[in-house]
């Protein structure tokens, strides 16, 4: 993908209309040259972005406009940039990357020309804590060393699969994509606490049966051979409810499947029944206060 010229005015509202609510100050002195090009992989927006000199800032005031909830990945393609977010900036070099959360302030800061990768998805699709997340954003990861090196590559194909119109279409890769990027992150703050091994293999457990609409906190326990107030007891630590857990999961899975064009030909009650939500006008309500729109909305955009 080439630097193209345009108004900058144009390019600041598509990166806008692309991602998030943004600020964009150009520093460039003379005409601004900049591209973009976006693409999805099942929940997973995939954007090429090229620029020159430019200061892109997500604000408290862009914030209001618009929060859903999402995060960043950016990785370094060419030029250099700097991530800042938390009081933290995270120095980028070609095949570098690091995770920023839309849902606070941050500031992107490039002095040259450059291009840039950027993979953004729900909150909820990235399965490591909150705390643990709050950590890791705006940190250099490497992509020359550790999980670091097995991403990068991937990151660099996905972006040339998505400038070519050839991106994969298959959900194992999405799965793939989230969790190495979760590996990487983890790798990168060994100091933090581990989550605890029952809380693993509770949400593994809850994934591998979220299509049962029986599944409870109760059914779970059982089978983890521990008392339900535990079970719990696990999951507050981390704000979260088992039951709410489970839901959260559960909507997930729908949204993806709703925009999955493969599915097209399956009704709204098939998907929402599919994954344990039998009750579509309750799982109606549940999306729309989720994601501010009904199914049948969310469909048709």
């Known amino acids: 993908m080439s630097l193209v010229e345009q108004n900058f005015e144009n390019w600041q509202e598509s990166i806008s209309t692309a991602f998030v609510p943004l600020?964009?100050?150009?520093?460039?002195?003379t005409s601004f040259k900049g591209a973009l090009v976006s693409g999805f992989l099942g929940s997973l927006?995939?954007?090429a972005v090229a620029g020159t000199e430019v200061n892109v800032l997500r604000t408290r005031a862009t914030i209001k406009r618009d929060d859903p909830g999402l995060i960043k990945i950016g990785m370094q393609v060419s030029g250099h940039g700097v991530i800042a977010q938390r009081h933290r900036q995270a120095v980028l070099a070609p095949g570098d990357f690091a995770v920023y959360d839309t849902g606070e302030p941050y500031e992107l800061h490039f002095d040259d020309d450059f291009s840039m990768f950027v993979v953004m998805f729900p909150r909820d699709s990235l399965r490591i804590r909150s705390q643990d997340l709050s950590a890791v954003t705006a940190r250099r990861i490497r992509g020359s060393q550790g999980v670091g090196a097995l991403v990068s590559p991937l990151l660099a194909g996905l972006r040339k699969g998505l400038v070519e119109d050839a991106l994969p279409n298959t959900q194992q890769v999405e799965d793939a994509v989230l969790d190495l990027l979760c590996a990487a992150l983890n790798d990168e703050s060994p100091r933090l606490e581990p989550e605890p091994t029952l809380v693993i293999h509770a949400k593994s457990l809850i994934e591998s049966e979220l299509g049962d609409s029986?599944?409870?906190t109760a059914s779970i326990a059982a089978r983890?051979?521990?008392s339900t107030r535990y079970l719990q007891k696990l999951f507050e630590s981390d704000g979260h409810t088992v039951a709410g857990w489970i839901r959260s999961r559960r909507l997930e899975r729908c949204h993806r499947d709703l925009r999955d064009p493969?599915?097209?030909?399956?009704?709204?009650?098939?998907?929402?029944?599919r994954h344990g939500l039998v009750d579509s006008s309750s799982f109606s309500r549940l999306f729309k206060e989720t994601y501010g729109m009904s199914p049948r909305e969310f469909r048709s955009l």
């Open 23 to 29: 600020d964009a100050v150009s520093t460039k002195r």
């Open 224 to 226: 983890l051979h521990i």
């Open 262 to 273: 493969r599915l097209s030909s399956s009704t709204i009650g098939t998907i929402c029944a």
């Open 214 to 216: 029986t599944l409870t």
């Open 45 to 47: 927006q995939l954007s």
